[in-house]
């Protein structure tokens, strides 16, 4: 089953990895991307492991774009 992850989610860990490549992550930003994780396995009835390393992957190490 392939793991949908929300804009919103997304949006909230590139603000994380920004952060942490500045070397300033926050409580609340480190929070508000594990609460969404949660929520989301929740609601899918997935694995949190399974959705946090798919959004880790997925906005540090994003696919490139097909060569055309």
Do not use: C, F
């Not at 899918?44 to 946090?52: L, M, P, V, W």
């Amino acid at each position: 089953m392939a793991i949908e992850l929300t804009d919103e989610l997304i949006e909230l860990e590139e603000k994380a990895w920004s952060e942490i490549q500045a070397g300033a992550l926050t409580v609340e930003t480190a929070q508000a991307v594990q609460q969404g994780i949660t929520a989301l396995a929740v609601a899918t009835g997935q694995a949190r492991y399974d959705i946090e390393m798919e959004l880790k992957k997925r906005v540090r190490r994003p696919e490139p774009p097909p060569s055309t």
